[in-house]
């Protein structure tokens, strides 16, 4: 029997496909995003509220975590931004009654797409399976409070509780968060860095002391050379292309690494400027089409070319503020470049292209994302990039550094907040003077050992502040699963999403103000703050009324549950936060360095920089006392005769794990999700036809068949060996088990797969 995707997908609809060849990125994101605006908002709300987005008076926007700079354009926002902000500030709502004629069976069966398409959740529902199984209803607030206490206080020791986290939470609430978790027993904070970002952080810590890029977006716009490696901006940082294009503009040259190429680095036209509108601009001057995973030799050989060429190295940085440069140079002088060219897929003649560009460098950054930190040898991967980077004194430098560049909005800042599952000693020790608790010291469980941790019945409650969790995490199967364990689960929630349609014995959903939202609280008006991913902590305002009056703001929801489950006995004044967030902001001057006077300093237009000693001092405070070389051995991933390596991506009408819409514009994609993008020759050594369906199969250790089925292969201009499809819909494929060494972060960037042609086809 032919395969068929599972039912409500919103890619039942066969997608169609055009020639992947791409108009520039850039002037019909405009209109796109307008049209979109106005379907959910309408002509008036969208115009009052695009306005505001990223302004220094405005609300920051709920999408992904790039800087502003001081000028700010009219219309600061990208085509995502504005659509995550339309599908915020949208006028449909989810109402009780929409639950009453929406069982969970059915919500079960729909998309995702779907799902966010309902509208804003406007009073707090409860879903008990013990009473109706198929069916939420409305509670009170007091009602919903009183059901997280009953079942936390009667957990046999509190690591039994999860508090998960998404990136758009604001640094007072997750303030506040990690803080009730603490004083309740437990370091159980996963949050989404865990599937991200954490390998950098996890290589930057060890090599240069801190786990944040070192650059400001004025080192952009200073560089000499930028290297973009593992990231497409066009579609998931669309406000980066400006940056580059002004870094362009004064001299700089880019170097793009990616098995896919990308619309917006090929040709950008800047919707902000006339000359831009009419002429665009080339980004790229060498597009380096590497294979998946290929990243580490390439830099373990540009290294190597580095050492071998006279007078490239800076020695005098090396010096006096490297550590293990002996070690790294023995490692670097055994690369081999017939390895190299296995590993990468390259031409010779194509690093030689780039270590010219290197050379003629002063100033080089290094920018990254997902492309990098989501295989089993990220970490070493990353540190290599840092090696590359010391070599010449590129950190410390203006217009130099390591820029991993974060997802959602304040992902950064959460972290910088406290929200992490391994806290360093010195950051409970101050929380604990602050507050008059004794935080754990064990560590508690990120995301996939939380997810192990539900599966094996040791974790029996799951709070998650925002997000989406069953459908960002790996090995969907094994996850729905292992949540459906749960005895509680609670999800504080602007709209609908899958993770509401996969609960435990019982379930909450939580409806919250969201960016765009007016907060009031005691009748004064509140800000939130956020930090960016170059670290400028900022407020942020929202402008529209709540978009129910049953609302309640992310800080008031933890106050609130702090308070019902901790009780009276708690002296932390979870009431007095609550009633006014500046409270919040002077206790975290007081617990974390670098926030000192918070409130008088957010009150500035534009926020402050937090400090970083490598940037700031070239200090590097590691335990060595000096930024570190290091020296792995070379990885990537090896293929099976008849696989092809697959990554998981985004396509241009989705953000995370929120499906905007079924087009990805930029790579010829129209009305559907189920594809795969196989190159034309491997797709014809496997008897793969373009159109044609076929069944996605993983293989790995544990030796378990994962499918994702009914897959329409389209043939497309990726590297040889490796082939591309959107996520969630392939998260089924990526094994728990299979995580980067260090970081445990999953790896969705490198899955083996074989194909299995079905007889499936579109009747519609």
């Known amino acids: ?427 409970l020790d101050a929380l604990d003077r602050e507050f008059a608790i004794t935080s754990p010291r064990h560590h508690g469980y990120d995301v996939v050992r939380s997810i192990e941790a539900l599966r094996d019945g040791k974790a029996k409650v799951f709070f998650a502040m925002g997000g989406n969790f069953v459908a960002a995490t790996p090995d969907t199967d094994v996850t729905e699963a292992a949540i459906r364990r749960a005895r509680l689960t609670v999800h504080v929630s602007t709209k609908l999403n899958r993770s509401h349609a996969v609960t435990g014995a019982r379930a909450l959903i939580l409806p919250t103000l969201g960016r765009t939202d007016k907060d009031v609280q005691a009748g004064v008006r509140q800000i939130v703050t956020v930090e960016d991913s170059m670290g400028m902590v900022h407020a942020s305002r929202g402008n529209l009324p709540p978009a129910s009056p049953h609302l309640l703001s992310e800080p008031a929801i933890v106050a609130r549950m702090a308070r019902a489950a901790l009780g009276p006995g708690s002296i932390t004044p979870w009431e007095d936060f609550e009633k006014d967030y500046g409270n919040i902001r002077d206790r975290i001057a007081r617990v974390i360095p670098g926030f000192e006077d918070f409130n008088e300093r957010v009150a500035r237009p534009g926020g402050f920089a937090l400090p970083h000693a490598p940037r700031d001092e070239r200090r590097f405070p590691t335990a060595t006392g000096k930024a570190n070389f290091t020296a792995a051995p070379v990885e990537y991933p090896k293929l099976p005769e008849g696989r092809l390596l697959l990554q998981t991506l985004r396509s241009h009408d989705q953000y995370n794990t929120t499906i905007y819409g079924l087009d990805d514009r930029y790579r010829g994609i129209k009305g559907g999700r189920r594809i795969v993008l196989v190159n034309p020759e491997d797709a014809a050594a496997l008897g793969l036809e373009d159109g044609s369906f076929t069944d996605l199969v993983s293989e790995w250790k544990d030796g378990v068949d994962r499918r994702a089925p009914g897959f329409r292969v389209v043939h497309y201009p990726t590297a040889r060996g490796c082939a591309a499809a959107y996520y969630p819909e392939t998260n089924v494929l990526v094994p728990l088990g299979a995580t980067a060494d260090t970081s445990n972060t999953p790896a969705s960037k490198s899955v083996v797969v074989r194909f299995e042609v079905t007889d499936f086809e579109r009747t519609d």
């Open 1 to 427: 029997m032919a395969s068929k995707p599972p039912a409500g997908d919103p890619a039942q609809d066969s997608p169609r496909v055009t020639a992947p060849k791409h108009a520039a990125a850039g002037i019909p994101a405009v209109a796109h995003s307008l049209l979109i605006s106005h379907q959910q908002m309408g002509v008036r709300r969208t115009a009052r509220t695009l306005l505001k987005v990223n302004q220094k008076n405005g609300f920051d926007c709920p999408g992904c975590a790039w800087p502003e700079g001081d000028h700010r354009h009219t219309a600061e926002f990208c085509e995502n931004g504005a659509k995550a902000v339309a599908e915020e500030a949208t006028v449909r709502r989810v109402t009780p009654e929409f639950f009453s004629a929406h069982p969970l069976s059915d919500l079960a069966g729909r998309s995702g797409y779907w799902l966010g398409q309902q509208g804003r959740i406007t009073q707090p529902m409860l879903l008990d399976t013990a009473e109706d199984p198929e069916h939420y209803r409305p509670v009170s607030w007091e009602q919903a409070f009183a059901v997280i206490a009953e079942e936390l206080t009667a957990l046999g020791s509190p690591d039994e509780a999860l508090f998960y986290t998404s990136g758009r939470t604001s640094n007072e609430a997750a303030f506040l968060l990690q803080l009730f978790a603490r004083e309740f027993g437990t370091n159980n904070l996963p949050d989404c860095s865990n599937m991200c970002h954490e390998s950098s952080g996890s290589a930057l810590v060890e090599t240069i002391g801190i786990g944040k890029g070192s650059v400001s977006l004025e080192d952009l716009h200073q560089a000499d050379l930028i290297i973009v490696a593992g990231q497409n901006p066009g579609t998931n940082h669309p406000r980066m292309l400006s940056a580059l294009e002004k870094a362009k503009s004064a001299g700089a040259r880019i170097i793009s690494v990616n098995p896919l190429p990308e619309a917006g680095l090929e040709r950008f036209k800047n919707p902000q400027t006339p000359l831009g509108m009419v002429k665009g601009a080339a980004l790229t001057d060498l597009f380096l089409q590497i294979r998946i995973g290929g990243d580490q030799a390439l830099f373990r050989l540009l290294n190597k070319l580095i050492l071998r060429t006279p007078g490239a190295v800076d020695e005098a940085f090396v010096r006096e503020h490297t550590h293990g440069y002996e070690e790294f140079t023995a490692a670097a002088d055994a690369a081999d470049w017939d390895e190299t060219l296995t590993a990468t897929g390259l031409e010779r003649a194509e690093i030689e292209e780039a270590l010219a560009l290197v050379l003629a460098s002063r100033r080089t950054i290094v920018c990254w994302a997902m492309g990098l930190t989501q295989h089993k040898h990220s970490v070493p991967t990353i540190r290599e990039v840092v090696n590359f980077l010391l070599l010449r004194g590129n950190i410390g430098r203006p217009g130099a550094g390591v820029c991993p560049v974060r997802g959602h909005s304040n992902v950064q800042g959460d972290r910088t907040m406290g929200i992490f599952e391994r806290p360093d000693d010195s950051f």
